[in-house]
């Protein structure tokens, strides 16, 4: 990853986007290490697509133990010397959190966050993946998780809400805002290497990238 200059390249985005594959595709052209969220592995994540009211609590505290733990163990590993990809960002947590739980449950739940809060190491760069909500619907339909089946348009909606409000208001790292309705980073190389280029080319803090249609 040393030409990029970038030892931390998180993707970020709504259920079903992509962020996965291109994590993938960029960790093997980049010959890095790869870091993914551990979704499978949630054993409330089948509950709370069957009754979010009831299940959305243990969901995100589930959630926010194992992202720790990942972060944690990773910490201890020092691979960030040979480049890392992830397919998101701790703060993503909060931010499913705000949608999911009630103000009573988020009250708890950032009690919860204050008490087991750790520094954690920043991106070099976050690329932010968008999309149509009927698109994302979609590719969700065709990966074909079954836990995933009863997932709702409204609620996809609403996250997707979320995540642009997020990241209008994102200074933390540099931003990378990726349009992928025309993309395809699963079976056409040649938009990973169109991205690698037009990450390369950024020159300011926050940039957006829609027009490539190769």
Same mark, same amino acid.
């Given at each position: 990853?040393?030409?990029?200059?970038?030892?931390?390249?998180?993707?970020?985005?709504?259920?079903?986007?992509?962020?996965?594959?291109?994590?993938?595709?960029?960790?093997?052209?980049?010959?890095?290490?790869? =870091?993914?969220?551990?979704?499978?592995? *949630?054993?409330?994540?089948?509950?709370?697509?069957?009754?979010?009211?009831?299940?959305? =609590?243990?969901?995100?505290?589930?959630?926010?133990?194992?992202?720790?733990?990942?972060?944690?163990?990773?910490?201890?590993?020092?691979?960030?010397?040979?480049?890392?990809?992830?397919?998101?960002?701790?703060?993503?947590?909060?931010?499913?959190?705000?949608?999911?739980?009630?103000?009573?449950?988020?009250?708890?739940?950032?009690?919860?966050?204050?008490?087991?809060?750790?520094? =954690?190491?920043?991106?070099?760069?976050?690329?932010?993946?968008?999309?149509?909500?009927?698109?994302?619907?979609?590719?969700?339909?065709?990966? *074909?998780?079954?836990?995933?089946?009863?997932?709702?348009?409204?609620?996809?909606?609403?996250?997707?809400?979320?995540?642009?409000?997020?990241?209008?208001?994102?200074?933390?790292?540099?931003?990378?805002?990726?349009?992928?309705?025309?993309? *395809?980073?699963?079976?056409?190389?040649?938009?990973?290497?169109? =991205?690698?280029?037009?990450?390369?080319?950024?020159?300011?803090?926050?940039?957006?990238?829609?027009?490539?249609?190769?």
């Amino acid at each position: 990853m040393q030409d990029l200059h970038l030892k931390h390249i998180a993707i970020e985005g709504p259920i079903g986007i992509g962020k996965t594959t291109l994590s993938h595709a960029l960790a093997d052209k980049l010959q890095a290490d790869i =870091l993914l969220e551990q979704i499978d592995d *949630n054993p409330f994540i089948g509950l709370f697509y069957e009754d979010p009211a009831r299940h959305a =609590l243990p969901v995100q505290l589930s959630f926010l133990f194992s992202r720790l733990k990942q972060w944690q163990a990773l910490h201890q590993q020092q691979l960030f010397q040979q480049g890392l990809i992830t397919d998101y960002i701790f703060a993503k947590d909060r931010l499913f959190a705000t949608v999911t739980l009630s103000d009573a449950e988020l009250a708890l739940y950032d009690q919860v966050l204050r008490a087991v809060a750790v520094d =954690l190491p920043r991106p070099d760069l976050v690329i932010y993946l968008q999309s149509d909500a009927d698109v994302i619907m979609q590719r969700i339909k065709k990966r *074909n998780r079954s836990f995933e089946q009863s997932l709702g348009s409204d609620y996809l909606k609403r996250i997707i809400a979320a995540y642009d409000q997020f990241f209008f208001h994102y200074q933390e790292t540099p931003l990378l805002i990726v349009q992928t309705d025309k993309l *395809n980073f699963a079976e056409k190389p040649d938009d990973i290497d169109a =991205l690698l280029a037009r990450i390369t080319a950024m020159r300011s803090g926050t940039e957006f990238w829609a027009d490539y249609t190769g």
